[in-house]
């Protein structure tokens, strides 16, 4: 595998890892080539790149035009235009930034060299029109003072934070071959794996577990890229991306009020943490009071998330309250629960993760959101299942379980927004991953469908399925409720 860890788990703005993350980075790295390049422009030569240009345009195409408003695709681009990152901007200010840029009509490039801008015609959706290598697709053109173009580039959001140029993306297979990613050979990692039988064949080769071959394999990648990371130095950012998590499920616990886009959207997390809390002798009465716990974790993410908060993709925001949620309930619910238990957590979901991201897909739209909520159930069902005690056997069981029975969810979001049915549904991929978990570890890790058979039928499944039902918000619940 050529990913880190980190690569599945991002820190970043809601609400969308494809639709705001990713376009976010992509014109970060529109204004850093801005920076870099030495432009032929009408300009004299002593100015710099970024300083020649007088207008700069952005084409959405695709999912990005279509759902791009309710994903906040628009805000997104110019605050990384403006210099932003998606890890450490914040969030309390982003209204603010782009309000400026809208009342004045100047995009301060790089935070550095005001522009003229005017969105209308410098902010284009085109909703008729995909980009030809994937459904998320935008085009960034810069011009100097006599209207020349200074530099163009084509980028694709391909889901989870993602963003390949044109010419990446062209030099990548297909999903149709179902690979997207390259990189640093898997050759160069201790325990290269490829499919998720290749994974266990490691793991039977060495004895270690899946976490363990995982580790080993980041500090590896970290190595080749120049940069000492030892296993310590790993565990702590893995801990560091827990802490966000459990931040954002804390917050979504206590932030009240109606989620923005117009949809009128009630936060319920708050209140349901209320009568968890005020009342705690009712889980004796019933004992199935932890799944509403459950419940509460991922729904406290996913409010966050599409209030445009703090969140962590796990591997999407979409899906974001997923893994929280079962991570949450390990940690508050299950007994011996520790830090090493947390890392090991997270690396073998990240394990799982990467076959999803390199055989198939994690962009729902290009897989609808079986890559999303099923991916990530798939994820956090094989990492409980791992602090459950599982074998390596028991946990792509458990994989496996998580996805087989997302297959062919479609994804749908009214008005174009992260929150019907993507809050709820993040309850129920939770609740379906500590269920397939407990299916597993009740097994001997023997069955009859393989994790690499159903990421497989999950691939074929995502290119088979209408494009309406890929996050375009034409068809589904989407054209079948009234947006009011």
Request: negative net charge.
């Amino acid at each position: 595998m050529s990913l880190s860890i980190f690569d599945l788990f991002k820190i970043g703005i809601g609400p969308s890892s494809s639709h705001t993350v990713g376009p976010m980075l992509a014109a970060g790295r529109f204004i850093d080539q801005l920076n870099a390049d030495q432009l032929e422009t009408s300009q004299p030569k002593n100015k710099t790149s970024l300083s020649a240009i007088s207008r700069v345009k952005i084409e959405l195409f695709g999912s990005l035009a279509l759902t791009g408003k309710g994903h906040a695709t628009d805000t997104a681009v110019l605050l990384g235009l403006l210099g932003e990152q998606p890890d450490q901007i914040d969030t309390q200010q982003v209204d603010s930034l782009v309000d400026q840029i809208r009342h004045q009509n100047t995009l301060n490039l790089a935070g550095e060299h005001p522009i003229h801008f005017d969105e209308s015609r410098d902010l284009i959706f085109h909703f008729q029109d995909t980009l030809p290598e994937h459904p998320n697709g935008m085009r960034f053109s810069a011009f100097d003072q006599a209207g020349m173009i200074c530099l163009q580039e084509i980028y694709y959001s391909v889901g989870g934070g993602f963003v390949l140029s044109n010419d990446e993306i062209k030099a990548k297979p297909k999903l149709s071959t179902g690979s997207e990613l390259g990189g640093i050979s898997a050759e160069h990692r201790p325990y290269p794996f490829q499919s998720g039988s290749a994974l266990l064949a490691q793991g039977q080769t060495s004895g270690k577990s899946i976490s363990e071959i995982m580790l080993l394999n980041e500090a590896a990648l970290w190595s080749i890229q120049g940069t000492n990371m030892p296993q310590e130095q790993i565990k702590a950012k893995l801990l560091h991306i827990w802490q966000v998590m459990d931040d954002c499920v804390r917050r979504g616990c206590k932030a009240t009020g109606i989620l923005p886009g117009g949809l009128n959207i009630k936060r319920r997390a708050p209140e349901l943490y209320r009568e968890l809390t005020e009342k705690p002798e009712n889980a004796l009465k019933d004992q199935l009071t932890v799944m509403d716990w459950i419940n509460l974790f991922a729904m406290a993410v996913n409010e966050e998330n599409a209030a445009g908060g703090r969140v962590v993709t796990a591997p999407t925001n979409g899906a974001a309250g997923v893994i929280p949620a079962v991570l949450s309930y390990y940690v508050r619910f299950l007994p011996h629960a520790n830090e090493d238990g947390i890392v090991q957590f997270l690396s073998t979901a990240s394990a799982i993760g990467m076959l999803y991201k390199e055989n198939a897909s994690i962009s729902a739209a290009e897989v609808g959101c079986q890559g999303e909520i099923g991916v990530a159930c798939s994820m956090a069902a094989g990492a409980l299942c791992a602090v459950m005690g599982g074998s390596n056997e028991q946990i792509e069981n458990a994989a496996e379980i998580g996805m087989e029975h997302n297959l062919g969810l479609t994804c749908d979001p009214i008005a174009g927004l992260v929150q019907v049915p993507c809050i709820e549904r993040n309850t129920m991929g939770a609740v379906k991953a500590i269920n397939a978990a407990r299916l597993a570890i009740r097994g001997d890790g023997y069955h009859h469908v393989s994790l690499d058979s159903v990421i497989e039928t999950m691939r074929q499944t995502g290119l088979d399925m209408q494009d309406k039902y890929k996050e375009t918000s034409r068809g589904g619940l989407a054209v079948n409720v009234v947006n009011c």
